[in-house]
């Protein structure tokens, strides 16, 4: 018996170990795959980037699963409207361009042809802004592919976020008025010696005529005729000269404005990252101070326009409350000012499949996001292959110290290296990658404020940089040149870099080192020495640019890496100082990753004038632009790389040999040269992805993922989306003025409360014709906010409807969030009527009421009597009986007792 | 007699380089609009540098002056780097140095895909993938020309030669324009179908297969939307004009009086035909070939082909003088050297053709 126990026994423990394995199972299975299997370095096993210029094929490859994501934004509407449709697709949005009229400020007369510019008067610029309906420009033009813009201001940026409440009530100011612009153009027409005859505008016996540039390659052609036919409207003879960029350009910013061939340009800009202080826009747009050609040049700003604008251009001011007072100036006086009319801001979408989520940048999209190889996936699923298709592909030669710039390389050269700060794509501000904290210190009283808690701000009286901080480079010499005594900075940055920074390997396997910093220090000011073999002429305005700044660089400790540095840059965000001293010298350039093994190959290459890293410099030596990943270069870099391993070459050997060992040495370009061989190239980061292959006749790129990567995928996953707040106005009482009032605000994200803390502030402005009601809300719970106002606020509405504005600004997203609707306001009498009425209502109410509820009772009590009534006849009858009975047992009983007396 | 060939040979291949050397130089004022081409750069750099170092956070707070100096020395170096610095009548004659000695020079804007500024780089690197598709076409649309139209010559008045005049007119409508049509169905249409496809466009699948042999495989299944678009819009138009142009050789009278002698048929067309109708068909072949290595600028757009046709229109759209001088600069001599040799090649051909030195 004892073996069909055993059987039983064995039988038992294979159901028990089934069951439990289907338990794991299932367990394991409905684990959410970002917990199941996070992988180190990228979700994805592999991006591919192609080209493809055809939006519309684009389109129909994404819905057909043929790529995943495209990294470009559509510009056609229809198709805008196929991506919306479909349930296959999502979208993101971008805003990074903007249109706008540029007006010729020359005149009244123009010197060259005697002709008359209206737009040389302020107010007819001004009035442009009530002539152009920019609603109608978004809906019907642009087909919803755009918001009004009213000011320079960016919406999805932090300034127009700070000063949304002024920008609102330009907005209301500024809105169409057809009939305001015909107003105040005829009065100041008339004042110019203009007449109007015949619904025509004549000037010294001539037609004003308007030559208005319309460029053609985008919306600027509708756009342009839209607003000249409200000119012709006005009276004016337009002269539509309809031109591409290159046609105008010579015309418009390099022609001198005083020869009369030009009055509106139908203009349009663009920025590719979001800006988190635009202090210097207005010199930029209305005065001369940007320098660029005779139209700036003729730029007259009123003399307190000017000033204010000077004083922002300089960032000439010591406090944050100094700098709202002059941005809201500002802001005002350019309306005024109006040398460009403000349109529309493009909303432009980026589209992906469903399955497939990534980073976006609010002003740059899935191209220019940092962070998209942190967080490119497949919902669904661990690995796999994403197929990504843009516009244009290994435009330049890439190289990290000057190589190509162009978005289109950027977008994969930067998933190969990994940065000490990541920028969040949605407020602007850096986030610690490869830092443990940042300590930063600025002189008081300059206007440096701080959101994040990994940095820490302190204002001290005076920073003297400390003699043995280094300052410069001999490169006669080979050696650092340290802090002058007495050399004083404005910021002091002290920089503690993650114990493992030295562990993070580079894709041949090198570790990151300490050499890689002091190699970029010296080579920042190498290539500005005219005697130094990398000289680069065309590198010393920049250089002088950050020699204007640079006061000082002190490495502190190497175990772990902590810097001092030393700075009269000056930026808003102590998270920006932070990164300024962070990333000066971490290998990662401006272009690209940048070991220090990997840019001397191409150092060696350009001191004996074989290659440049920079295009200038390859010009003017006739050899080629250096690539580190193909062409003519590839061998180039091969051949001094072998003749860096058989020197045992090391680069500034004064300084750097005292980092670095002979067979650390070997060992890094051991590792580079088995790589190329590997790979055929000589792109290596420490980045996420590595890229495995380049086909530059099919312009195609493939990188694949490092799994060698310090970090596991989910550790920026929160940028996957951005918590763009919900904002509505739930409650809305009446108001009555002298009374105090709330109003209910909700702020929401997917349904749920958004957190209390993570808000910036919500502003609100009410608006009625007797007052402008502004101020803050406040937060009563998380998604809970209130506007409180004071019976002394209320006294000043007038009766009657108000509208209320809501602008939301939450600290994770840099773009307000914008909501409205109405109130009532009523007088104080119209209040006591109607509380009154009210309170008669109710008492109408209530005594209906009670005389319903009375006649119900009656009638019940009715009901109760008939019941009753039935029930007193069946007594009355049961009493006649009993009495008829009674009388008939007495009658029975005395005739009993008389039959007993007879008997 | 030889110095006679010797010294009409040296007369023609002045005239012909004096020609290249004319076109090219034409070419350049054309490529530049006279030099206003510079107004046109210059305002485009200077915008470009102006808007990077206002958006470049190294930059924010350096007073005007600063900044005024580090724009001009910016903007500065760029025209140093593309020699717009020196007047474009300097520059123009650099061009046709360049592009006479078959230097080429280097390109002011674009790149090689390899990432090299040498024009003449940038055009070889391109080169192959227009001979491989265009040039593949035009053989074959050439091939199919000749026999069809030779067959149907032959065949006058018959159903087959009725259809080809009906279906001629299919060419008055570009390649490209069936390439739209064809990319919708059978790379579109056909994936919502059936699931599978031809390719959108491009040269080769992404990623690009690493065997050699499937990488080959590859770029033959991207050529076929192309060269079929190209097939569909061409073919019947050579089918016609060759049939018609044999027909008209057909009628010669040595013709006639070959059939009425009695020859045979084969011989008749090979002797009496084909023979005195090859100088022509030498020189269409000729010209066709040189023509395709030109490429197509709007066929390789919809295709996203990366040929000499795109490299072409990107050149144009950036005023890349260089760039299109270089490619101008090979078709013109490629052009006059096949002149120059389809005259000896006629004397071989037709012996009725002789030498001006004869």
Redesign the interface.
């Known amino acids: 018996m004892s073996w069909v126990i055993t059987l039983k026994g064995k039988k038992r423990i294979l159901a028990e170990s089934l069951l439990t394995l289907l338990f794991l199972g299932v367990i394991i299975w409905s684990i959410p795959v970002s917990y199941a299997q996070v992988p180190k370095g990228p979700w994805v096993d592999?991006v591919?980037?192609?080209?493809?210029?055809?939006e519309a094929?684009t389109v129909?490859?994404l819905l057909?699963n043929?790529i995943q994501v495209y990294f470009r934004d559509i510009r056609d509407p229809k198709l805008f409207e196929k991506i919306k449709a479909s349930p296959d697709l999502w979208y993101v949005t971008s805003y990074g361009l903007y249109f706008e009229l540029t007006f010729n400020p020359v005149g009244p007369e123009f010197p060259a042809t005697g002709k008359l510019n209206p737009f040389s008067v302020p107010r007819i610029r001004e009035a442009m802004n009530y002539l152009v309906d920019r609603k109608y420009i978004c809906d019907e033009i642009m087909a919803g592919m755009a918001v009004p813009k009213y000011t320079v201001l960016t919406p999805a940026f932090p300034d127009y976020a700070r000063y949304a409440d002024v920008v609102k009530e330009i907005e209301k100011e500024y809105s169409y008025n057809f009939e305001k612009a015909r107003e105040i153009i005829t009065e100041e027409m008339i004042k110019l010696g203009a007449e109007l005859r015949d619904g025509k505008w004549y000037y010294k016996g001539e037609p004003v005529t308007i030559i208005f540039i319309i460029r053609v390659e985008d919306q600027r052609r509708a756009i342009g005729d839209y607003v000249a036919s409200q000119l012709e409207k006005l009276g004016f003879t337009v002269d539509r000269q309809y031109k591409t960029?290159?046609?105008a350009?010579?015309i418009w910013?390099?022609g001198n404005p005083a020869d009369g061939k030009w009055h509106i340009y139908t203009g349009g800009?663009?920025?590719?990252?979001v800006?988190r202080?635009d202090a210097?826009t207005f010199?930029?747009y209305y005065t001369p101070?940007?320098?660029?050609?005779p139209l700036w040049s003729a730029y007259k700003p009123a003399p307190e326009f000017d000033y204010v604008a000077?004083k922002l251009?300089?960032?000439d001011f010591r406090t944050i409350e100094e700098r709202n007072d002059l941005m809201k100036k500002a802001l005002t006086l350019s309306m005024k000012d109006s040398v460009r009319v403000w349109l529309v801001n493009q909303i432009a979408p980026w589209p992906a499949r469903k399955e497939v989520s990534l980073t976006y940048d609010l002003a740059a999209g899935f191209s220019g996001a940092r962070l998209w190889p942190y967080t490119i996936r497949y919902v669904d699923k661990v690995g796999g292959?994403i197929?990504i298709a843009s516009t244009d592909l290994?435009?330049?030669?890439?190289n990290p110290v000057a190589g190509s710039d162009w978005i289109y390389d950027a977008m994969f050269y930067r998933a190969l290296s990994d940065p000490a700060l990541i920028p969040d794509p949605f407020t602007g501000l850096y986030w610690p990658q490869r830092v443990k904290k940042v300590e930063v210190f600025v002189e008081k009283g300059l206007p440096v404020g701080v959101t994040l808690d990994w940095v820490s701000l302190k204002f001290i009286d005076e920073i003297t940089v400390p003699t043995d901080a280094w300052y410069d480079w001999d490169p006669v010499k080979q050696e650092i040149i340290y802090a002058p005594p007495g050399t004083k900075a404005k910021t002091k940055t002290i920089v503690y870099y993650d114990d493992n920074l030295f562990n993070i390997k580079f894709h041949d396997g090198s570790k990151l080192s300490i050499a890689d910093i002091v190699f970029a220090y010296i080579l920042t000011f190498d290539r500005a020495k005219p005697e130094s073999p990398v000289f680069d002429?065309?590198y010393?305005?920049?250089f002088?640019?950050?020699r204007?700044y640079f006061k000082g660089f002190k490495i502190v400790s190497t175990s772990p890496l902590v810097i001092e540095y030393y700075s009269d840059?000056?930026?808003l965000d102590a998270e920006?100082i932070a990164w300024?001293a962070a990333m000066a010298f971490y290998p990662e350039y401006l272009y690209g990753p940048a070991p220090w093994h990997m840019v001397t190959i191409g150092w060696l290459a350009e001191s004996e004038n074989k290659l440049a890293f920079s295009?200038?410099k390859?010009?003017?030596l006739?050899v080629?632009?250096m690539?580190y990943?193909?062409?003519?270069?590839i061998p180039i870099l091969a051949e001094y790389l072998d003749k860096a391993i058989r020197e045992k070459f090391i680069p500034y050997k004064n300084v750097l040999g005292k980092y670095v060992t002979e067979a650390e040495v070997l060992e890094r370009y051991n590792n580079l040269k088995k790589w190329y061989e590997a790979k055929g190239h000589f792109l290596i980061g420490n980045g996420p992805f590595y890229l495995d292959?380049v086909?530059?006749?099919?312009?195609?790129v493939?990188l694949k993922a490092n799994r060698e990567f310090i970090d596991p995928a989910d550790k920026w996953l929160k940028f996957s989306k951005p918590m763009i707040p919900e904002v509505k106005i739930t409650a809305v009482p009446t108001i009555v003025p002298g009374l105090p009032a709330e109003i209910t605000i909700s702020v929401t994200f997917e349904g749920k409360p958004y957190g209390k803390a993570d808000m910036s502030y919500i502003k609100y402005m009410i608006t009625s014709p007797t007052a402008t009601l502004t101020g803050a809300a406040e937060a009563v719970a998380d998604g809970k906010w209130v506007i409180k106002l004071k019976s002394e606020e209320t006294s000043l509405l007038s009766a009657g409807a108000v509208s209320i504005d809501v602008i939301a600004v939450s600290k994770l997203v840099g773009m307000p969030v914008l909501a409205s609707g109405t109130a009532i306001v009523m007088s104080e009498t119209e209040y006591l009527m109607s509380e009154l009425a009210k309170a008669k209502a109710d008492y109408e109410v209530k005594v209906s009421e009670l005389k319903t509820g009375l006649e119900k009772k009656i009638a019940e009590l009715s009901a109760k009597i008939d019941e009753m009534g039935g029930v007193i006849g069946v007594a009355t009858t049961a009493i006649y009986v009993g009495v008829i009975a009674i009388i008939l047992s007495i009658v029975a009983i005395i005739l009993q007792i008389l039959m007993r007396r007879f008997k | 007699m030889f110095a006679g060939i010797l010294k009409y040979i040296l007369k023609r291949s002045i005239i012909l380089f004096l020609t290249v050397v004319v076109a090219v130089y034409i070419t350049i004022w054309i490529a530049n609009m006279g030099g206003y081409v510079d107004e046109i750069v210059k305002s485009d750099i200077l915008l470009s540098v102006s808007q990077s170092i206002r958006q470049n956070p190294a930059f924010k707070g350096l007073n005007e002056t600063q900044i005024t100096k580090i724009i001009n020395e910016v903007y500065n170096n760029e025209l140093k780097k593309i020699g717009f610095d020196k007047p474009f009548i300097y520059r123009s004659f650099i061009y046709l140095k360049d592009a006479i000695t078959l230097n080429l020079g280097r390109a002011l804007f674009l790149s090689s895909d390899s990432g090299s500024k040498n024009v003449r780089i940038i055009i070889l690197e391109r080169l192959p993938n227009t001979v491989l598709l265009f040039t593949t076409t035009q053989m074959i649309l050439f091939f199919i020309g000749l026999f069809f139209g030779l067959f149907l010559s032959r065949r006058y008045g018959s159903f087959l030669d009725r259809l080809s005049v009906l279906l001629a007119p299919l060419s008055s409508l570009p390649g490209w324009f069936y390439g739209i049509f064809l990319i919708l169905i059978f790379a579109s249409l056909f994936r919502l179908w059936f699931g599978w496809g031809l390719p959108y466009g491009g040269m080769v699948d992404a990623p690009p297969p690493i065997d050699k042999v499937a990488y080959a495989l590859s770029v033959l299944k991207h050529m076929i939307l192309p060269v079929l678009s190209w097939l569909i819009s061409y073919s019947f138009i050579n089918v016609y004009v060759r049939r018609t142009f044999f027909l008209m050789f057909s009628s010669e009278d040595y013709v006639e009086f070959a059939k009425a002698k009695g020859l045979p048929d084969s011989l008749i067309q090979r002797r009496y035909i084909l023979r005195p109708t090859l100088p022509p068909i030498v020189t269409d072949f000729s010209l066709t070939l040189i023509g395709s290595w030109m490429g197509a600028i709007i066929t390789e757009r919809v295709f996203n082909w990366p040929g000499i046709g795109s490299l072409f229109y990107a050149a144009s759209v950036m005023f890349d003088t260089p760039v299109l001088v270089g490619l101008v600069v090979i078709y013109a001599y490629l052009l006059a050297a096949t002149v120059f040799a389809l005259e000896f090649v006629y004397v071989i051909l037709d012996p009725r053709i002789r030498t001006g030195g004869a």
Not at chain 1, 269 to 273: H, L, N, Q, S
Not at chain 1, 629 to 633: F, H, I, K, M, T
């Open positions: 592999e591919v980037f192609s080209v493809e210029t055809d094929k129909d490859m057909k043929e960029s290159r046609e350009a010579p910013i390099r800009w663009i920025v590719t990252a800006s202080d210097d010199g930029f101070r940007a320098g660029l050609g000077g251009w300089t960032r292959t197929k290994l435009v330049d030669p890439i002429e065309s010393i305005p920049a002088e640019a950050f204007e840059q000056l930026y920006w300024a295009a200038d390859a010009e003017s006739k080629e632009w690539s990943v193909a062409g003519p270069s292959k086909d530059p006749t099919a312009r195609i493939v």
